[in-house]
Structures are given as structure tokens and as C-alpha cells.
């Protein structure tokens, strides 16, 4: 039996607002982010799905933020691991031809950052994760990465790093996606954006 659930990527940090890559880093939201997160809510039946995040705080604080309620916390869904990059700007790093950077049209499903995890690597740990949370068959919205909302994203529209990203990931939006059985994404629905509170 399918299951639809939602993505949603966490509020922006300092280094998210210089262009950083993050990854495991552990950076907490700005001030700007929680303050607006405190205006909105996700509209039904987001609200009552249940509410996962990622190991990061910005995830977590994300997710309690926007909803006053602490979520679930799933390993396998941390974000990717960006190993020697973190802290460092992908502009800075492509203007390097040393680096082995490159832009994510040419990174295939194996392309490794230094010390870091391949698109591969993380659906090794991201796809048993979904195949839990499809097993339990509750709707459910999952506060996240937009390195781990790519690899889900990626395997539910056929998208093999290869070409222009055939989505735009946004903040204040859910991305609902479909899970096959076996956690694996078979489909995808149009964003939804999320809502300001009651006056």
C-alpha cells in the first residue's frame, strides 16, 4: 500500500545566508528564521501528520518551531556529508579546478566530495529510513535537508544528477511524495506552501 508524505527543508542558518556548504555542520538557525517560522504553520493535514527531523537542530528547531510540537528524530536522514567542503562556498570552490568540485548537473549518483558521501552513500541509509516510515503507514511530514530532499526527490522523478535539477526546492513549501511498500518514491505531488496563522 502507498503512502504519501511530505518534505519540508529546515529554515536558513548563518552559513545557508553566505552560501556555505553545511552538511553535517551543526549551524543553528538565525534569529530571522525563527522568527518567522513563529508566523506560520503547516496548513491540514499537514498539521496533524507526524512530525520527523533530522539528528541537526536546524531540523529539529525547524520542526518544533513550526508546529509547537517536538518531532521524531531518524538517523538515516541526516544530511549528506559534505566532508572537506563544509564551511567553504561552492563558488569559491568551482572557481578551483583543484577542488574536484562540481555542479550537481555532473554528479552522477557516485560523485564523493573529500571525506564526504556520494548521492549512493546516502540512499544507502535515507532508503531503509523511508521503508520504516512506510511501514507504519502514518502520514507524515519530515523536516529535512535539501541534500537529502534531492536523493528522495531524485529517485521519485527519475532524475540521475545529470542534468538541470527538474525541481526547485523552496522554503515554506512541502513537497508531498509517494512511497512505494518498500519506502522507495514512486511518485510526487504539487508544493504546498505553508500558512500564516490565524489572526
Known amino acids: 500500500m502507498s503512502l504519501t508524505i511530505g518534505l519540508m527543508r529546515h529554515f536558513q542558518t ?9 552538511g553535517r555542520t551543526d549551524r543553528p538557525l538565525t534569529e530571522a528564521a525563527r522568527a518567522r517560522l513563529a508566523e506560520l504553520t503547516p496548513p491540514a493535514p499537514w498539521d496533524a501528520a507526524l512530525l520527523i527531523a533530522t539528528p541537526l537542530s536546524r531540523a ?4 518544533e518551531i513550526l508546529t509547537g510540537r517536538k518531532p521524531e528524530v531518524i538517523e538515516g536522514l541526516t544530511e549528506l556529508s559534505w566532508g572537506d567542503w563544509e564551511g567553504k562556498r561552492g563558488a569559491d570552490l568551482i572557481a578551483d579546478p583543484s577542488s574536484g568540485y562540481k555542479h550537481i548537473e555532473d554528479w552522477g549518483w557516485d560523485m564523493v566530495p573529500p571525506g564526504g558521501e556520494s548521492p549512493n552513500d546516502a540512499w544507502a541509509r535515507i532508503g531503509p529510513a523511508l521503508a520504516d516510515i512506510a511501514a507504519a503507514q502514518k502520514p507524515a511530514l519530515l523536516v529535512v535537508h535539501r541534500g537529502v530532499m534531492r536523493v528522495i526527490m531524485a529517485k ?15 522554503r515554506e513549501r512541502i513537497y508531498p511524495i509517494t512511497l512505494g511498500p518498500d519506502g522507495k518514491p514512486t511518485g510526487y505531488g504539487e508544493a504546498v506552501r505553508l500558512v500564516e496563522h490565524a489572526s
Open 14 to 22: 548563518d552559513w545557508n545566508a553566505l552560501h556555505k556548504l553545511q
Open 60 to 63: 529539529q528547531d525547524t520542526a
Open 156 to 170: 521519485a522523478y527519475n532524475w540521475n544528477f545529470d542534468s538541470l535539477e527538474p525541481f526547485k526546492i523552496k
